[in-house]
């Protein structure tokens, strides 16, 4: 089976992560014949997705097979007159589980208890007449008064943050052509509206397949797709671990669990501030609000073309024999942007006294951040199959080389002492004193030799042997004799439903299959 996680909701971050049969691997996606993310793809694009569970099917795909393999195939032409599609989508996203958070009076009343009960245990009271209230009849009654000016409140900052977000999507495509050239044409938009403000994302993607049959045997297909994307979201993240993630930010810091940690008590502002709270033994202010709000930004535009070309020929001399030749080129660019803006808060000390805060991420002044990403991947394939009936006996073999040669580069630019946040340009600040750029770039290469052989008796009987032979440049010069790895793998099937014995089924056992199968995947 497959499971699928979700460890995100935010716009432009909540792809599911797919394992398949409980491996601890994801899987592979191989879109059109060519390993490629699907994060970005248009559902109204997809015209099949199959999923190869065992190590039989999966094992031709060699040295990243080991989480399984998922293929997905988009819409071709079709024969006939033009078919124009449209499709349209709105939707609201809401929190659907959510623990219900005390209030102000709430939260005092058993904040008074729990200290009541520590100081009854280590000594400091005998009886709870001894008991001092950290918060007084009085607190809870100006938590009550409508009257956020005095320092107290009583707000439900859980309904603060997290509102309703919104979700649209489009999508307009043409499907058509004649038996010598086919053509479908797609053009989709999404946006996306988070349920926290200030977390947005938006998706442009155009995608066009033509397959033409030039006469004589041989045949052509052409994919292009192009997919724009724009991201934006304040200077935290929405959720996140304790854990460091690749942006440098811990969990306790998301606003999520910033919200989580705010005191009910306390007003939206004071004296024009966000106010925040300081958990016991923490010097961290919390505060949401200020978060979501006056961080700063992270915006990310990244702009991705895919495109696979092949060409296939089928044998005249030879009933069965082919060969085909494709190739593809993906280039993926992206460029991010992040500010970062000081700004303060009032927190109560431990007399409870609402005082000001500084950033909690000590930022003193507007620090900016922009970074470039790019990269580019070519994949080769040339095969040869040969596919041939005789009489009952039905063979099917294939052979294929793959050579797949991937670039990326990264480079990154950090200042500080920006003076107008509404400016905020690399030139107009001060380059940070230690690491005020970097930059990196990493090329790697992998080959492969596939060969599958599949044999079966009247549909009955089946066999099938496969392999791969693998090789990578991680194993270059690290260990001798290392540096390729074969992937065999071996399956048998009894169709017993096409036995005479079982011809008196026929009316309700349609098909029963019995299969064995071993692979070896890699990783």
């Avoid at 977390?199 to 995608?207: C, K, P």
């Avoid at 009933?319 to 808060?345: E, I, P, V, W």
């Avoid at 001798?480 to 009894?494: C, E, Q, T």
Wanted: aromatic share 12%; net charge neutral; glycine share 10%.
């Amino acid at each position: 089976g497959i499971s699928s996680v979700q460890t995100s909701g935010e716009p432009g971050n909540d792809q599911a992560s797919l394992r398949i049969r409980g491996s601890r691997m994801e899987a592979l996606y191989i879109v059109d014949g060519m390993p490629r993310s699907i994060n970005d793809i248009d559902p109204n694009d997809i015209e099949s997705v199959s999923v190869l569970k065992d190590g039989a099917a999966a094992a031709v795909y060699g040295l990243n097979a080991a989480g399984g393999v998922i293929i997905v195939t988009t819409k071709k032409g079709a024969e006939g007159k033009a078919k124009v599609s449209y499709d349209g989508q709105y939707g609201l996203s809401v929190n659907a589980n959510f623990p219900e958070f005390m209030n102000g009076p709430e939260f005092a009343h058993y904040y008074n208890m729990a200290e009541m009960m520590d100081q009854l245990a280590n000594g400091t009271i005998t009886s709870r007449e001894d008991y001092v209230p950290h918060f007084t009849k009085k607190n809870v009654e100006a938590m009550l008064n409508d009257d956020p000016t005095d320092g107290w409140d009583n707000v439900n900052y859980i309904d603060k943050v997290f509102g309703t977000g919104h979700l649209m999507k489009h999508n307009l495509s043409v499907q058509g052509g004649t038996k010598a050239l086919s053509y479908y044409v797609g053009g989709g938009y999404m946006s996306q509206k988070g349920n926290i403000d200030n977390f947005d994302y938006r998706r442009y993607n155009l995608r066009s397949n033509l397959n033409a049959d030039l006469g004589r045997g041989w045949k052509m297909d052409l994919g292009l797709v192009g997919t724009i994307t724009r991201k934006n979201q304040p200077r935290y993240n929405s959720g996140g671990s304790d854990g460091v993630d690749a942006g440098g930010e811990t969990g306790w810091l998301s606003i999520g669990h910033q919200t989580v940690m705010m005191r009910p008590y306390l007003p939206e502002k004071w004296n024009g501030l966000y106010t925040g709270a300081i958990p016991n033994n923490n010097s961290i202010v919390y505060s949401p609000l200020a978060a979501i709000y006056e961080s700063g930004y992270k915006k990310t535009r990244a702009t991705e073309i895919n495109s696979n070309f092949s060409i296939s020929y089928d044998a005249p001399w030879l009933k069965g024999l082919s060969f085909k030749a494709t190739g593809a080129y993906d280039y993926l660019s992206s460029r991010n942007k992040n500010l970062s803006t000081a700004y303060q808060t009032y927190a109560p000390n431990s007399a409870g006294q609402l005082i000001i805060y500084n950033d909690p991420e000590a930022v003193q002044q507007n620090q900016l951040a922009e970074g470039q990403y790019t990269t580019e991947q070519m994949v080769g394939q040339f095969s040869v199959a040969y596919t041939r009936m005789f009489g009952k006996h039905n063979i099917d073999a294939m052979m294929l080389v793959e050579g797949r040669d991937f670039k990326s580069s990264s480079m990154a630019a950090y200042a500080e002492k920006i003076p107008f946040a509404g400016l905020p340009e690399l030139s107009y600040g001060t380059p940070l004193a230690k690491d005020s750029q970097s930059g990196y770039s990493g090329h790697t290469r992998t080959a492969g030799y596939v060969f599958r052989l599949k044999y079966d008796y009247n549909n009955t009987y089946l066999a099938e042997f496969s392999g791969r032979y693998d090789g990578s440049y991680n194993f270059s010069g690290n260990v001798s004799s290392k540096r390729w790895g074969f992937f065999p793998s071996f399956s048998a099937a009894w169709r017993v439903s096409n036995e005479k014995f079982m011809e008196s089924t026929k009316s309700w056992l349609s098909d029963f299959k019995l299969r064995a199968s071993m692979g070896l995947l890699g990783n």
